[in-house]
């Protein structure tokens, strides 16, 4: 077991790998508040995102309170730990919630929550290629390769009821959901599940899973298609994957949708005045995605065959932006450093803001912008 000396000098020790001249909450964000800054806050929610890592590697370790690596992430910012997120099958630790602690606050004359610090954060780590957890992590990344989707994961509803909790104790506009690499994966379908509620909450997402890597696989060939089909028959979605036969399809969210059914059935009613501004989502939901060029998992996103400026509806000739995409603009990077979490928070980090909105981001969020099923199935008992 370690002990503190060793933790002080471990190389993921916040004073050792952590952010660098980082200003520390004063009294002076009752007046100008630090997390307006993006690089402050950016940099502070991929230290959360570090903090679930070590989370669970203290608990690979360990560790106890005295010399655990993890709370030395979050304590600087003056959040607390109150709740993680367990996988039961391997009681792995995959996610957490922070809390702003006012306690922690006042005692440096932060009396009150600067503006722009969220109330609580979700925060969800990526895979981690060690035991015990490991298997899960790459089962769940093989189940994003092969079906586009994250819903029939267990973590996805542990995941989503936490998220629920906060936004009912808070209220949304004061909770941020946070992900990288696995876990920026399943933070948008997260987000986007509330999205379609109603409820928008700010998502922030360090190298989001890329679904045009599963794409680019399914179309090596005859052989690759062979894998596809043995991969996806391991990896058993839930009870509608069983059913989905020639007449269905599984959407990208994972969703069936029988051919001959309710895709045929709402298209009985395109033009019917059904289809109207009531019935098409407005885009209120913008995730913030942060993606290397170097990172082959999520770079993508900043694919330069991307035309689409906005998503546009046909019944919305308006068009709003679907996404904030940020891309590092350094040189090209080897794939370890250019997928690393360490980026988000370097001092020399230099970041451009994408105007153009990639085809694939269009993609991941369209199902926001159309009209669902149980949408239409409203809409006609209003009518009738």
Known sequence: MANPREANHHPDAFHVSGPRNLTSLNWRDLIISSWKDAKYKRTVIA?????????????????????????????PFKYKLTKTLIDERDKSIFGAILEWDQSAAMADLVLIRPSGAPRAVLVLRGTLLKSPTMRRDIEDDLRFVAWESLKGSVRFKVALEALKSICDAYGSGNVCIAGHSLGAGFALQIGKELAKQGIFVEAHLFNPPSVSLAMSLKNIGEKAEYVWSRVRSILPYGKEAQVVGKDAQVNNDGEKTTVAGSKTWMSRFSGSGLKDASVVSTIKWIPHLYVNNSDYICCYYNDPNGTADKVVDKDNVS??????????????????????????????A????????????????????????????????QVL
């Open 350 to 381: 230099e970041l451009q803001q994408v105007i153009h909105n990639s085809k694939l981001i269009s993609r991941q969020l369209s199902s926001l912008y159309t009209s669902t099923p149980s949408q239409v199935v409203t809409r006609v008992m």
């Open 319 to 348: 068009g709003q932006v679907a996404a904030k995409l940020f891309v590092v603009s350094k040189e090209k990077q080897k794939f370890l450093e250019a997928h690393g979490l360490e980026q988000w928070w370097s001092s020399d």
């Open 47 to 75: 230290c959360f995102i570090q903090a679930v890592y070590l989370l669970e590697l203290d608990r690979h370790e360990k560790r106890t309170h005295d010399n655990a690596l993890a709370p030395n992430w979050w304590i």
